[in-house]
């Protein structure tokens, strides 16, 4: 047979390698990806109520070192069990049933009780494609490069949640990543100097260095700049994270755009903020486009440029009832540049975002900055519930 192998790139997965191989004896023909970018910072969990026909034809990118369950029936797909594929949800079940069919005939002349037991499961799998009744699709890629389409973008999608988490030092191994502490600086000599370290571009993959800085926003708190240049493709990309404590309580900033003015606004968006623009029901998870600090017209046109480069919305994936709405959602992202009145707002669990009042030291009578309470999911997605920085010393010592 033949093998045909194209790599390309797909925004939110980097670059990929397709596979596909052909039989014209048997006509045998058989799919596959793999990831040829780096590993993501974090891992990704993708959970999928999958309540209607329609959810079974999602499309999903499973690497091969994800994990596939299917909490109702106990089912699990195991990492490196399986390629990489780019699918449907429908189409990773029935490749699951294709699987535990092959070796039957061989079980069925074995061990005839097993191979019963399989049949009833493979039944159960069969009856899930017609969704009688709801059940859960969790996808968990500690890569991070897996992926499950939200169909009702650039719209939050209810039904489904995507969660970003910190590898555990097995799912470093599994991954092949060494894991090295080194001594950390005084924050002191930090400030004074910016630190150069080698990384790769996120355009082109060529070898590049990334310059890193520590800030002191005046009236807010200190921030990390990171900023990569690359030499071989000319791209050019920042980052900013927070360079201090997470705060006691959540900030929730809402702005009343009214004049095109407002457009030149500084903001630092950090990663762990989300943004909504009621007006067109639109909302940007946590975690999404990362940390940035610009201005409110550099920030939407960042989300401009995020929903036109995804090949699910607007690229040859696309379908044409979809490019119509995303289209009629660009256009109206563009009146909002001082055309149109709305409420941008941005909302900090961690407290470490920022929105430029222009009446300082006065209040800004458009800009409404709110303190709140976190709740025990939003502590949850921190890291905070499990973290204990007091009386640690003294459980230690006991456990020993």
Not at 103 to 108: C, G, H, L, S, V
Request: charged share 30%; aromatic share 6%; glycine share 6%.
């Amino acid at each position: 047979g033949v093998t045909r192998l194209l790599l390309t790139r797909i925004p939110f997965f980097k670059e990929i390698i397709v596979s596909s191989f052909a039989c014209d004896s048997c006509s045998w023909s058989n799919t596959e990806i793999q990831s040829a970018g780096r590993i993501q910072e974090q891992g990704v969990r993708y959970t999928l109520a999958v309540t209607s026909r329609q959810d079974m034809n999602r499309e999903v990118v499973k690497t091969d070192c994800a994990t596939a369950r299917i909490p109702e029936l106990d089912f699990e797909i195991p990492a490196f069990t399986q390629k990489g594929v780019l699918t449907t949800i429908e189409g990773i079940i029935d490749r699951a049933v294709a699987g535990l069919e092959q070796d039957q005939p061989i079980r069925r002349a074995t061990d005839e009780e097993v191979a019963n037991k399989i049949d009833e499961f493979i039944g159960k799998l069969k009856q899930l494609k017609e969704v009688h009744s709801s059940f859960t699709f969790i996808i968990d890629d500690p890569s991070g490069n897996s992926f499950v389409e939200n169909p009702h973008a650039p719209q939050k999608d209810d039904a489904l949640v995507v969660a970003h988490y910190r590898r555990t030092p097995q799912q470093a191994a599994m991954l092949g990543l060494e894991l090295e502490e080194k001594p950390a600086d005084s924050a002191e000599d930090l400030r004074n100097e910016v630190l150069q370290f080698n990384t790769n571009c996120p355009e082109c993959n060529a070898p590049a260095n990334t310059n890193m800085k520590l800030v002191q926003i005046p009236h807010f708190k200190e921030v990390v700049i990171m900023a990569t240049n690359c030499d071989s493709c000319g791209h050019r990309t920042n980052e900013v994270k927070s360079g201090g404590a997470i705060e006691p309580q959540g900030t929730r900033i809402t702005l009343r755009i009214t004049d095109p003015s407002d457009m030149t606004r500084d903001i630092l968006k950090s990663e762990t903020c989300s943004v909504e623009i009621p007006e067109l029901e639109f909302e940007l998870g946590m975690g999404a486009l990362g940390g940035k600090f610009t201005t409110l017209e550099g920030l939407l046109k960042d989300i401009r440029e995020l929903v036109e480069r995804n090949p699910f919305t607007l690229g040859d994936s696309s379908t044409p009832s979809k490019t119509e709405k995303l289209q009629e959602f660009i256009g109206k992202l563009q009146e909002v540049k001082g055309k149109t009145k709305a409420h941008f707002i941005m909302d900090d669990p961690a407290g470490n975002s920022y929105l430029q009042n222009v009446y300082a030291p006065e209040e800004d009578p458009e800009l409404k900055v709110e303190r709140y309470e976190r709740t025990f999911e939003q502590n949850e997605d921190l890291g905070l519930n499990d973290m204990k920085t007091e009386g640690y010393e003294l459980e230690g010592a006991s456990a020993r």
